[in-house]
């Protein structure tokens, strides 16, 4: 009799805000950890709820998206940079470096074997430009694929992304919708995608599943408005394309969809 192996489990959580846990074997990575919020107070306000700690255990990898307070954690970052590795957009190492974070700087559609996963960044978009020249992450392992899309507003390389690198298991779409006013960066108008904007986006990219993020933890009016009855709104998107939403709180496992065949 021949005993079987069994295979490693790709598994995803969420964290706060924009965070996600994805592990496979005993590899881990997290995108956008945050932990401290001090920062993003004088805009964005205090936090509606704590925001939980994060487990950071000898090894554990990390990916930012770019360098806004609410998705680059300094301290975290730092702490994770001590005995795992950390990657970026290639524009932003030299200020990563200068906070004493040692990084991997990765160019756009550059694949980087991380373990046993994989990880790619692709094109994103900003809402103030390219001061922060921001990317979406592609984890690939064990036969599944995630994107974390950051807080990327709607642009026009998503049939791009989903011709190159698609279908997808989970798009991780920001869903808040915010009207900004501060520091001179003053609109009307949502600066980050809406709940319907975000499903558009996972359909587009050929995503089974949609999972909100980047919604529900700030409000702070009139600096940092964000949409109403995001969750609804989101749901019935989804429903009307034909694609799974994921309402999931934060620190909790993300159920994977079937496997494609």
Aim: charged share 20%; proline share 9%; aromatic share 6%.
């Amino acid at each position: 009799m021949t005993s079987q192996i069994p295979a490693e489990t790709f598994r995803v959580r969420r964290l706060a805000w924009a965070g996600v846990d994805i592990s496979l074997g005993d590899t881990r990575v997290l995108i956008d950890p945050l932990e401290h919020v001090e920062p993003l107070t004088p805009v964005m306000g205090s936090p509606r709820r704590p925001v939980l700690a994060v487990d950071s255990p000898s090894g554990t990898h990390a990916l930012v998206t770019h360098l806004h307070p609410d998705h680059y954690d300094r301290e975290l970052i730092a702490r994770l940079a001590l005995s795992g590795t950390v990657g970026c957009h290639t524009p932003i190492a030299p200020e990563l470096r200068e906070a004493g974070i040692d990084v991997i700087p990765q160019e756009l559609e550059q694949p980087r074997r991380v373990g046993s996963l994989t990880v790619t960044p692709v094109t994103s978009l900003d809402w103030r430009g390219g001061d922060c020249d921001q990317v979406a992450w592609i984890v690939a392992g064990g036969g599944r694929r995630i994107i974390h899309c950051g807080d990327t507003m709607w642009h026009g390389n998503w049939w791009q992304i989903a011709r190159d690198h698609g279908p997808f298991d989970i798009a991780f779409v920001p869903v808040n919708g915010v009207i900004c006013r501060f520091e001179g960066y003053e609109a009307d108008v949502p600066v980050t995608m809406t709940p319907e904007q975000a499903v558009e986006a996972a359909k587009v990219l050929g995503a089974s599943a949609v999972c909100a993020m980047h919604y529900g933890l700030f409000h702070n009016p009139p600096a940092y408005t964000e949409q109403p009855d995001i969750e609804r709104r989101f749901r019935r998107a989804a429903e009307a394309r034909g694609i799974t939403a994921m309402i999931v709180d934060d620190g909790e496992p993300v159920p994977l969809p079937p496997v494609r065949h």
